[in-house]
């Protein structure tokens, strides 16, 4: 009898959670959330997105339309405790999402907000959120991108980029342009061309695969393993350093200035733009595409 009644309790308690799963399952698993606001301006090409929000997804593509459309989700909680903006200012868009009150990490934790956000492809965007991912997709132009709490991923871009992070992993792909990227907690990988590159993280892995001409590269982490996969024909002065790992250079080098098992400083093709890549942690790799 008692073991039955024990039995029941488990189930009792089994369904409970299950319950409660399924209540979380809408904002947890990342179905849709509920629309607040959704609202289309006309802008012109070349205009600027100018997104500043307490928390919150973002997701921003470029399509065929001189208009902006733009769509804000957010659970009950964030309907109550936070504020939305959305206008044209000097023919560019505005967005904010500010909270109304400070009443502390738990509340904030259970901030859900989406912003999705369509532009003319050939467009700027400056997006900051303490509180979640960041997804920018075909666009044109200068792009400035920086969350406290999430990833940062860009895929079809041509132009400019700075890309930060303080918790996340970054990754741009099928981008054309100078870049700048930085994580604090994460990993970055870039598929990349025709550019000057920065990218630092101090808690990650960074792969960069590039192709064009050498405009300078400059890869450093503190805690992790470079990879850096370069055309056969680039020309660059070489600085390969690591306090706690290998160096592996897969490309022919001449004038060596300094080699051992922790540091090469070489040209390759006979010279050119600096490649440096340093790490504290991990291993140093350069090869061919």
Known sequence: MRAATAKKKVFGIFLLISAFALLLTPTVMGDELPLLHEKTFKVSPGAKLDLGTSSGDVIVKGWDKNEAHIVIRCNDNAKEKMRFKMEVENGNVIVRGERLDGNGWFSFSNLKVKYEINVPQNFNAFVRTSGGDIILRDLVGEIELKTSGGDVEVDSFRGKGELKTSGGDIQAVNFTGDINAGTS?????????????????????????????????????????????????????????????????????????????????????????????????????????
Do not use: Q
């Open 185 to 289: 907690g994460g990993d970055i990988m870039l598929k990349i061309k025709d550019a000057k590159i920065n990218a630092a993280t101090s808690g990650g892995d960074v792969k960069v695969f590039y192709i064009g001409e050498n405009k300078g590269i400059n890869l450093s982490t503190s805690g992790g393993d470079i990879d850096l996969f370069v055309p056969s024909g680039i020309k660059a002065d070489l600085d390969l350093r690591t306090s706690g790992g290998d160096l592996n250079c897969g490309l022919e080098t001449s004038g060596v200035i300094s080699s051992s098992r922790n540091k090469l400083e070489a040209k390759i093709n006979g010279g050119g733009k600096e490649i440096r890549c340093s790490t504290s942690g991990g291993d140093v790799s350069v090869k061919k595409n």
